[in-house]
């Protein structure tokens, strides 16, 4: 009798069939750049798991479930995967389009067992200020409320209301730069496994610490405070621990940085680690954000540090196109220029004008070039350079997070000087991207250990890469779409207070009302 209990069940989880998709980008309400279907196709667009040679760092989680679940003998409907890099709202025809076909996608693949979706968390579109929390909640109206749907998110979310109570399974990403989207796509499915052999049952508690912020987990505190929630998973009842670090540039009412804990079917224990690892963020909220340098700041400590082998990195934060900035500003480049600061590389500014006219002028043609400064106020002024075409690049591709990301089209100039020691070195593309790994100097022809310093378009994802090489980081605070003085953005639909914009804002537990399921 007990054999054949054993094989009925063998057999139940032989046949389970689970759906995947993804759907999300991270959207800066104060970008000038829209964010169409060109960007979804430029960024990731994948129909039928095609997921191609060099799948990006959003195919990852979907890979991973789909050879995790086959391992298990499991049939895997693989719905819509579609992101975009991060720029201003997702325009109504857009986000309907992709959102109804994933829709459509997951009703051809019914009856399922589960469901398990990549999202980011932070996508707003035109007429919804959670298009990922939406999503779940329709995906939760078709399978009812017995089907578990799982869920991926970067750390960067809002972890809304409706996202909690559409979900049965929420995990975040731990690190800033994120170097566990794998790590913490294997959770989503161990969980999922989990609850579908009947081994737990997850009930979630989020805890608001009302603060906004941009918080490096490559030194402490924040450190510490991954070790603390990878610690707590420990802890009995505990299933996993996140913290929603959110994303300041979104104009949306849920906006802000929230724990999340998830136990096993224990709410009172959910909400007491909540209630105090969310206390100890906001107890630590001075030390969280690292110190910001001015331009002018920036420049006069790498003109202290002499020379040993080693470049500076000076991250130019509030142009990132990884926040949806548009990565072509000039404010920093202009600054080094009036100075006379040779020695200095930059990879990549983002000018598909300027790299298609150095492209037409072949390698060493010397000419007059404007570059940069070209989406708006918040891109500087453009630069009128005499530039030579020192190196191009057809296709340059980056890692970061264990996948690839394009680079496009490089056309490495140098400004300024003939000799390493006096140039200025620009590499111009044509695909906009943040700086992820020193490879982006190298595959332009650049060797990133020669200049004295290396300008970077990134917030934090550069670290990773760049940190080992580097002699020192400098997190330059220079204008941009993504301005680092959080009690200067200009919100019009968040209405709660926040710090820093207010000194003792009110904090505590989300009323999550009554799950959708």
């Known amino acids: 009798m007990t054999e054949d209990v054993g094989l009925t069940t063998h057999r139940a989880i032989m046949t389970r069939r689970i759906f995947t998709a993804c759907l999300g980008t991270e959207t800066n309400s104060f970008s000038p750049i829209p964010t169409g279907m060109s960007v979804y196709q430029q960024t990731m667009l994948v129909r039928g798991g095609q997921h191609g040679d060099r799948p990006g760092l959003f195919s990852v989680p979907l890979l991973r479930w789909k050879q995790q679940a086959e391992t298990l003998g499991w049939t895997v409907a693989e719905g819509l995967g579609c992101f975009a890099a991060p720029a201003g709202n997702t325009t109504r025809a857009t986000h309907t389009a992709l959102r109804d076909e994933i829709l459509a996608d997951l009703q051809r693949a019914m009856p399922v067992d589960a469901v398990l979706l990549n999202l980011h968390g932070a996508m707003i579109a035109d007429g919804d200020p959670d298009a990922e929390g939406d999503l779940l909640a329709r995906v939760r109206a078709i399978v009812g409320p017995g089907v578990p749907i799982a869920a991926e998110l970067d750390l960067h979310c809002h972890l809304t209301r409706q996202k909690v109570a559409s979900a049965d399974i929420l995990v975040i990403y731990k690190h800033y730069p994120h170097v566990d989207v794998a790590e913490r796509a294997d959770e989503v499915f161990s969980l999922l496994r989990r609850m579908l052999d009947g081994q737990v049952r997850p009930v979630m508690a989020v805890y608001d610490c009302a603060m906004l912020g941009i918080y490096p987990t490559t030194a402490e505190p924040m450190a510490g405070m991954v070790e603390r929630m990878t610690a707590l998973e420990s802890e009995p009842g505990v299933l996993s621990v996140s913290l929603a670090h959110g994303f300041p540039w979104g104009d949306t009412p849920e906006?802000?940085?929230?724990?999340?804990?998830?136990?096993?079917?224990?709410?009172?224990l959910a909400e007491r680690h909540a209630t105090a690892l969310g206390e100890a963020v906001w107890a630590a909220r001075d030390a969280i954000v690292p110190p910001f340098f001015s331009i002018d700041q920036a420049i006069d400590r790498l003109l202290d540090l002499a020379p040993d082998g080693r470049p500076v990195v000076l991250a130019d934060t509030a142009d990132n196109p990884g926040i949806g900035a548009a990565g072509d500003s000039t404010f920093l480049l202009q600054r080094l220029i009036e100075r006379?600061?040779?020695?200095?590389?930059?990879?990549?500014?983002?000018?598909?004008?300027?790299?298609?006219?150095?492209?037409?002028?072949?390698?060493?043609?010397?000419?007059?070039?404007?570059?940069?400064?070209?989406?708006?106020?918040?891109?500087?002024?453009?630069?009128?350079?005499?530039?030579?075409?020192?190196?191009?690049?057809?296709?340059?591709w980056q890692p970061f997070g264990g996948a690839m990301a394009p680079l496009g089209r490089m056309a490495w100039l140098r400004?300024?000087?003939?000799?390493?020691?006096?140039?200025?070195?620009?590499?111009?593309?044509?695909?906009?991207?943040?700086?992820?790994?020193?490879?982006?100097?190298?595959?332009?022809?650049?060797?990133?250990?020669?200049?004295?310093?290396?300008?970077?378009?990134?917030?934090?994802?550069?670290?990773?890469?760049?940190?080992?090489?580097?002699?020192?980081?400098?997190?330059?605070?220079?204008?941009?779409?993504?301005?680092?003085?959080m009690a200067a953005l200009t919100y019009r639909q968040v209405q709660r207070a926040l710090w820093p914009r207010v000194a003792a804002p009110a904090r505590g537990l989300v009323n999550l009302g009554t799950p959708a399921r």
Not at 255 to 268: E, F, H, I, S
Not at 348 to 375: E, N, Q, S, Y
Not at 443 to 471: C, E, N, W, Y
């Open 415 to 485: 400004a300024c000087g003939p000799g390493d020691a006096e140039a200025i070195d620009i590499v111009v593309n044509d695909h906009r991207v943040q700086s992820f790994h020193p490879d982006c100097f190298r595959v332009a022809g650049i060797d990133p250990l020669r200049p004295r310093a290396l300008v970077v378009k990134s917030t934090q994802h550069f670290h990773a890469g760049f940190a080992p090489i580097a002699r020192e980081v400098l997190y330059v605070s220079a204008p941009g779409a993504g301005s680092m003085d």
């Open 340 to 396: 006379g600061v040779g020695g200095v590389a930059l990879s990549p500014l983002w000018d598909p004008v300027a790299t298609a006219l150095a492209f037409d002028a072949g390698v060493g043609a010397r000419l007059a070039m404007r570059i940069g400064g070209k989406l708006g106020p918040a891109s500087g002024a453009a630069l009128d350079l005499d530039v030579e075409v020192k190196a191009l690049t057809p296709d340059g």
């Open 255 to 268: 906006v802000g940085t929230r724990v999340l804990v998830v136990t096993d079917g224990d709410p009172a």
